[in-house]
């Protein structure tokens, strides 16, 4: 190995020893590396060091910084003639865009990899970015579908050795989009199974970030003294690491976490916390949903005007990202139309928020026209979410109908609700579902009483 040889692996072995833990040592030799390339006149790894900055960069929560060495590399790469190193410089671009809030450009960019992957291990990393980048920007069913494609191409694999961190990795998100979607139990398993993962192969930044979302999804299974364990040490972990847009995340879960139990005040707290240090990180769609947190504790804490002004900047925060799914889960609390955020929310998937829509519009109605409008949209629904419309039916066709008739029907509202709250698999939603549908009690009680 020649001189100058020696010296770039020299520089390179320094950046892996302190990538995971030292962002300063990493950056430092990230920057030599370039200096060098640049005086031995060698462009392939002038480009390379570009890369290893914009990763240093992106992991310190410099988005802006990160995005013009991405920029640099992808160009440097192509003019050199090095597809397959352009091409990790895309994904690393592509995930910054989304970080940014910028879904035109990340709609824009997955066009262009998926057409440069061509061989099928660089089309599984690719989907795999896609699919973070348009989780990013709020398509969590889109996002599913990348994670799984990424899946099903690693399988195919004959040495699987090989690729048992992509495996890893494709596991880990499609394990998050599966809890967010309402899938608990398999997406505890791909959790842990992406986390024993990444402890054994000693990837520490990776294995907090698994942890992170074990214990959110830990959650909303109702598990929740394991999950305040995962995430305490998933945030000191990422802090320890110098990963602060990360370490903001799991303050903005904790945030999330403490509202479904009916922890207001400290939602509250914690979800400015998490605004904050996102704002300053430039972290846009994620700083938007910590924000429409925020609000949603000042709805439970009966604040409904600052509630409304707060779920506003979150909805313009979504908006400045593409997330359309995001801005209509703000309009709940700024009094927008609900019909089209019910459309917007159920054509991607986010099924439960939805029904929580049409439920606005038909309380905007009669009693009588309300009725109706649920029994006639409940059929877009899968039969396993009409069961949550079907106490709310039975409520307002009560509302129309003779005393007696009335009572019947209340009661079999009750009986619905009850239904309900047994079927649903976790602790919290079990509360949420109670909480959303006192009024069926209380109306039953008036009538009992008035009888």
Not at 43 to 65: C, I
Not at 343 to 363: C, F, N, P, T
Request: charged share 30%; glycine share 8%.
């Amino acid at each position: 190995m020649s001189g100058a040889a020696n010296e770039f692996a020299e520089l390179l072995a320094e950046y892996r020893r302190h990538a995971s833990s030292d962002r300063v040592g990493a950056r430092r030799a990230a920057r030599r590396y370039r200096a060098l390339a640049r005086r031995r006149g060698d462009a392939v790894r002038d480009a390379e060091g570009a890369l290893l900055l914009a990763e240093v960069e992106a992991g310190a929560g410099r988005l802006r910084v990160a995005l013009e060495r991405f920029e640099e590399a992808v160009g440097g790469f192509e003019r050199a003639g090095d597809a397959r190193r352009a091409l990790a410089a895309r994904i690393g671009r592509v995930q910054t865009l989304a970080a940014l809030g910028d879904g035109g450009a990340v709609r824009r960019e997955i066009r262009s990899l998926r057409a440069a992957a061509t061989e099928p291990v660089t089309r599984a990393y690719a989907e795999i970015a896609i699919g973070t980048a348009l989780a990013t920007v709020g398509e969590e069913v889109a996002s599913a579908e990348c994670y799984e494609t990424a899946l099903a191409i690693l399988g195919r694999r004959k040495r699987p050795e090989s690729i048992a961190g992509a495996r890893a990795t494709a596991r880990l998100n499609l394990g998050v989009r599966r809890a967010r979607l309402g899938r608990l139990a398999v997406a505890r398993a791909d959790l842990t199974g992406a986390l024993e993962h990444f402890e054994n192969a000693g990837m520490r930044t990776m294995a907090a970030i698994a942890r992170h979302d074990r214990g959110w999804t830990l959650g909303l299974m109702g598990r929740l003294v394991e999950a305040y364990e995962d995430l305490r040490a998933a945030r000191k972990d990422l802090e320890e690491l110098g990963d602060r847009r990360r370490a903001a995340l799991v303050t903005l879960d904790e945030a999330e976490l403490a509202l479904r139990l009916g922890q207001a005040e400290e939602a509250k707290l914690r979800a400015r916390e998490a605004a904050r240090r996102l704002i300053r990180l430039d972290a846009v769609p994620d700083a938007a949903r910590s924000r429409l947190i925020e609000a949603r504790a000042y709805d439970a804490l009966g604040r409904n005007r600052q509630a409304a002004a707060i779920a506003q900047r979150a909805k313009e925060g979504f908006e400045a990202a593409g997330d359309a799914a995001g801005a209509a889960l703000a309009d709940a609390w700024t009094g927008a139309d609900p019909a089209k955020s019910e459309r917007i929310l159920r054509d991607r998937g986010h099924l439960l928020a939805a029904l929580e829509m049409l439920v606005l519009r038909a309380r905007s109605l009669s009693p009588g026209r309300g009725a109706a409008l649920l029994r006639r949209e409940a059929k877009r629904y899968p039969a396993l979410f009409r069961r949550w419309l079907r106490p709310e039916i039975l409520r307002l066709e009560a509302s129309g109908a003779e005393p007696a008739e009335a009572i019947r029907a209340l009661r079999r509202a009750v009986e619905a609700t009850e239904d309900l709250r047994m079927r649903a698999p976790t602790g919290s939603l079990r509360a949420s579902v109670l909480a959303s549908r006192l009024s069926v009690y209380h109306e039953l009680a008036r009538a009992l009483l008035a009888r």
